[in-house]
């Protein structure tokens, strides 16, 4: 079944360990409802094993994109699913830190709902301590809140309004400098970025109709086991700017726009190396790039390419150099100089030397 196409119907929930989801008392396949919808689940249809992939699976690409010590915000469709989903991650949390033998930090995953004061934890969260990383919230953070610390906003429940949308977020827009942040991810396990570029439409109030007959009572709530989960990717995309409006395209789609507009402004790679190395042309190359040149930065750290200058990140995706890390271009020019270097002053050849050695430690933006 896709959950998010068709629901969890009644039929899908034969022969499964159900139980209340407050009493913990059996139930029969009979009490369910015919259909649950995407927006019903962790609400009136609890599923541990979804909890469970699904931490399992962001766990995985917090481990892929840094370490787990990232700060994050996870937004929950109740207060019963944060509490879930900050034990099962603070449960991955301890078994990676037996496996490394490392101490674990306290109060790694928390609940940050208004029912538990929530609140009070927020400076933990904003700030760079260490503790509080991984915020499990289900509205408490979506408004009204400034944490430019966090560096993943997690969708875990669905969301049908654009508004709530960005307001979710916007949790995550605010730069770093201290933290070396300059971009967030979005890991999105309920097709919530389908809601990037909707119109922001209310619907408006119906009001009272005077009084009515008393809404029937809400439905148990149920506890499914036994039902086995996979999370299937979708792929990789950047939020960038079309036709005017904040959209996601594929990380080959905007390499390829970040390629043609560098080929419109420099056309050669000579080209390329004068304006590079000229400061003032440099910057302004880099502006005239989407996203005023943090298209390259995204791509040096979306393609692991950490270890190279923006050089030659650039001069791959443009003009299909092969790219060299900072440590071999610094090496390459102390081996190639080598005799040039040993004719040249003590103090000369030491600063070039030590220039050089800068390079290979932070690149174009450490001279």
Same mark, same amino acid.
């Given at each position: 079944?896709?959950?998010?196409?068709?629901?969890?119907?009644?039929?899908?929930?034969?022969?499964?360990?159900?139980?209340?989801?407050?009493?913990?008392?059996?139930?029969?396949?009979?009490?369910?409802?015919?259909?649950?919808?995407?927006?019903?689940?962790?609400?009136?249809?609890?599923?541990?094993?979804?909890?469970?992939?699904?931490?399992?699976?962001?766990?995985?690409?917090?481990?892929?994109?840094?370490?787990?010590?990232?700060?994050?915000?996870?937004?929950?469709?109740?207060?019963?699913?944060?509490?879930?989903?900050?034990?099962?991650?603070?449960?991955?949390? @301890? !078994?990676?830190?037996?496996?490394?033998?490392?101490?674990?930090?306290?109060?790694?995953?928390?609940?940050?709902?208004?029912?538990?004061?929530?609140?009070?934890?927020?400076?933990?969260?904003?700030?760079?301590?260490?503790?509080?990383?991984?915020?499990?919230?289900?509205?408490?953070?979506?408004?009204?809140?400034?944490?430019? @610390?966090?560096?993943?906003? &997690?969708? #875990?429940?669905?969301?049908?309004?654009?508004?709530?949308?960005?307001? $979710?977020?916007?949790?995550?827009?605010?730069?770093?400098?201290?933290?070396?942040?300059?971009?967030?991810? &979005?890991?999105?396990?309920?097709?919530?970025?389908?809601?990037?570029?909707?119109?922001?439409? !209310?619907?408006?109030?119906?009001?009272?109709?005077?009084?009515?007959?008393?809404?029937?009572?809400?439905?148990?709530?149920?506890?499914?086991?036994?039902?086995? &989960?996979?999370?299937?990717?979708?792929?990789?995309?950047?939020?960038?700017?079309?036709?005017?409006?904040?959209?996601?395209?594929? &990380?080959?789609?905007?390499?390829?726009?970040?390629?043609?507009?560098?080929?419109?402004?420099?056309?050669?790679?000579?080209? #390329?190396?004068?304006?590079?190395?000229?400061?003032?042309?440099?910057?302004? $190359?880099?502006?005239?790039?989407?996203?005023?040149?943090?298209?390259?930065?995204?791509?040096?750290?979306?393609?692991?390419?950490?270890?190279?200058?923006?050089?030659?990140?650039?001069?791959?995706?443009?003009?299909? $150099? !092969?790219?060299?890390?900072?440590?071999?271009? @610094?090496?390459?020019?102390?081996?190639?100089?080598?005799?040039?270097?040993?004719?040249?002053?003590?103090?000369?050849? !030491?600063?070039?030397?030590?220039?050089?050695?800068?390079?290979?430690?932070?690149?174009?933006?450490?001279?």
């Amino acid at each position: 079944m896709n959950e998010r196409e068709s629901g969890v119907t009644r039929n899908d929930l034969e022969g499964k360990h159900l139980v209340d989801a407050v009493t913990g008392a059996a139930v029969g396949a009979e009490v369910a409802r015919e259909v649950y919808g995407a927006s019903d689940i962790e609400d009136k249809l609890l599923m541990p094993e979804r909890v469970a992939a699904m931490a399992r699976d962001l766990f995985t690409r917090l481990l892929s994109t840094g370490g787990p010590e990232q700060k994050t915000i996870v937004f929950c469709r109740r207060d019963r699913h944060a509490d879930d989903v900050a034990t099962a991650l603070n449960n991955l949390y @301890a !078994a990676w830190c037996r496996e490394n033998g490392k101490p674990p930090i306290p109060a790694y995953a928390f609940k940050c709902t208004a029912s538990v004061g929530g609140s009070q934890y927020l400076a933990d969260l904003r700030g760079a301590s260490r503790s509080h990383f991984i915020a499990a919230t289900v509205d408490l953070l979506t408004t009204g809140v400034d944490v430019p @610390a966090v560096r993943n906003i &997690v969708f #875990f429940k669905y969301v049908r309004s654009p508004i709530a949308f960005y307001q $979710m977020i916007g949790r995550g827009t605010r730069i770093h400098i201290p933290s070396d942040k300059l971009m967030f991810r &979005v890991y999105d396990y309920t097709d919530a970025t389908r809601l990037f570029g909707r119109e922001f439409i !209310a619907k408006l109030s119906k009001g009272k109709k005077g009084d009515g007959p008393p809404p029937p009572p809400p439905d148990p709530a149920i506890q499914v086991e036994g039902i086995e &989960v996979r999370v299937t990717g979708a792929g990789r995309y950047i939020v960038t700017q079309v036709d005017g409006a904040a959209m996601p395209v594929t &990380v080959e789609e905007y390499k390829e726009r970040l390629a043609a507009k560098l080929l419109e402004e420099v056309p050669t790679l000579d080209s #390329f190396r004068e304006h590079w190395i000229d400061p003032p042309e440099r910057q302004e $190359m880099l502006k005239k790039l989407p996203d005023a040149g943090r298209s390259a930065l995204l791509v040096r750290q979306l393609e692991d390419m950490a270890a190279f200058d923006l050089y030659d990140v650039l001069a791959e995706l443009g003009y299909g $150099m !092969a790219p060299r890390t900072r440590t071999e271009r @610094a090496e390459a020019f102390t081996y190639k100089n080598g005799g040039w270097l040993s004719g040249l002053p003590a103090n000369t050849a !030491a600063t070039l030397k030590a220039l050089s050695a800068q390079f290979g430690r932070s690149g174009t933006e450490g001279l």
